[in-house]
């Protein structure tokens, strides 16, 4: 599973404003119900199940990344969004390091299995330094699209280095 077939350019935030972990959590989700991504009306409960998942281990798996996620009998299919700091955020991350790109998402309690997919295609698309250094340097949302959906960068596609 692609995560560019679980965003669109209004689940993106190009620079995110909070600068500690659960700030960010608020933000990404505050930022779903504000582009009507999710129902206003599961705002706290999704918040309370992210808190839980958070409590148990930091969702900030290192290389200045975290994957925040929760599941939702509520929801019909999967949500995501996406959110960059240059500053870096404070996530309480197993390397002890701050995180620059945080990609929440919320899964239907009814489909486990794509909760496990999800997370294994977020994951291994973030071990590659390349794709994390094209993500801090893009400049427009339909750039993290591109990225996302594994197309080349520009200057690889005209064939330069």
Not at 2 to 7: F, G, I, V, W
Not at 56 to 84: E, M, N
Not at 106 to 116: I, T
Not at 133 to 156: T, V, W, Y
Request: proline content about 3%; some cysteine; charged content about 25%.
């Amino acid at each position: 599973m692609k995560l560019a077939n679980l965003l669109s350019s209004d689940r993106i935030i190009l620079e995110m404003a909070a600068g500690e972990h659960w700030p960010a959590i608020v933000e990404l989700i505050d930022h779903l119900v504000a582009c009507s991504s999710l129902d206003a009306s599961l705002r706290d409960e999704v918040l309370a199940a992210l808190k839980i998942r958070e409590e148990q281990v930091s969702t900030g798996v290192g290389h200045g990344v975290a994957i925040p996620h929760a599941f939702s009998d509520k929801l019909d299919k999967v949500v995501a969004v996406f959110g960059r700091s240059k500053e870096g955020i404070d996530f309480e991350a197993l390397d002890q390091r701050p995180v620059h790109f945080v990609i929440l998402f919320l899964v239907p309690k009814k489909d486990y299995h794509l909760h496990l997919q999800t997370l294994a295609a977020i994951a291994k698309m973030f071990t590659n330094v390349e794709i994390r250094r094209r993500l801090a340097s893009a400049g427009q949302h339909q750039e993290i699209l591109d990225i996302f959906a594994g197309k080349p960068s520009k200057a690889a596609a005209n064939g330069a280095s």
